[in-house]
């Protein structure tokens, strides 16, 4: 693992993120979560799934509203394949020479083919491609960037998963949502009120676990309708912060109320 985060080190193109979150850290999105199962049992041991004649799955494109959960996905993802986690910053690509953009993609590509197995997550996709077909210079660059993008998930065999998140889904080209380049293709909205229960769990428990029995969830739920994941961890946060200033040995109820009425 050591000379793997040398080598990406050094080429400066790709990050290897530390992976900390797994999937019970997720509330809600149990198609994602049961899909990212299955898909596990393949690229944990792919060599038999190979031989019983299983394609590698190539990846997922998570699109949605932002906050709801679509990076926590991506890391949990390599936590659960238990595999690097790479991530590819389209910013970092671009290059001011001719050529040059190509070449660092081409990299890092070979970069991460060379980690495999590992999860490649493309953050913000739609920034990373947008503009395509259009005039200019730079336009061209990111038509061809795409392009070379596109040819390699088509033919990808190796153990690269690829996880893509992409908060605007009508801003992609079409022939990125065409079968064949990813497996799947899921929207995340904003958290039901089931949904928005666990995410209270979650946070609640990470921070305050002897609190938890005290608060009174369901109280919370009902004033957070339109709320995200990250906006309920902002209240959970917010909270326990007031709490502990106010001087108080416990948090409670009325602590994440008052800062639920406090956000607008
Ligand atoms: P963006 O598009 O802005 O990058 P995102 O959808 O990728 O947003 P995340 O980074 O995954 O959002 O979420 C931000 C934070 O909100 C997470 O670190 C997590 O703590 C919390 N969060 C969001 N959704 C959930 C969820 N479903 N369960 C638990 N926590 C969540």
Request: proline letters at 3%; a positive charge; one cysteine or more.
């Amino acid at each position: 693992v050591e000379q793997k985060q040398q080598m990406i080190r050094k080429a400066g193109i790709l990050e290897m993120v530390p992976i900390s979150e797994s999937l019970e850290d997720i509330g809600g999105l149990e198609n994602l979560k049961e899909w990212m199962r299955k898909k596990s049992v393949i690229l944990r041991d792919m060599s038999r799934a190979r031989e019983f004649g299983v394609e590698l799955p190539k990846g997922v494109l998570i699109a949605g509203v932002p906050g709801c959960g679509k990076s926590l996905n991506a890391k949990a993802s390599a936590q659960l394949f238990e595999v690097p986690l790479l991530k590819l910053d389209m910013g970092r690509l671009m290059g001011k020479y001719v050529g040059e953009s190509e070449a660092n993609l081409r990299q890092a590509i070979a970069l991460a083919e060379a980690i495999a197995p590992c999860v490649l997550w493309v953050d913000e996709l739609e920034k990373a491609f947008a503009g395509i077909g259009g005039d200019g210079g730079g336009a061209e660059v990111t038509t061809r960037l795409f392009g070379q993008f596109l040819t390699w998930m088509q033919e990808k065999r190796s153990a690269v998963f690829v996880v893509a998140t992409a908060n605007d889904v009508m801003k992609l080209p079409p022939e990125l949502m065409r079968k064949g380049r990813f497996d799947e293709i899921f929207y995340v909205r904003l958290p039901t009120v089931e949904e928005r229960k666990k995410i209270f769990e979650i946070h609640i428990k990470k921070r305050r676990r002897q609190d938890y029995k005290g608060i009174d969830i369901s109280k919370l739920v009902e004033k957070t309708t339109g709320y995200s994941g990250a906006d309920i961890e902002g209240v959970v946060k917010d909270g326990i912060e007031s709490a502990y200033v106010a001087g108080k040995d416990k948090v409670s109820t009325e602590d994440i109320l008052k800062a639920i009425k406090e956000t607008h």
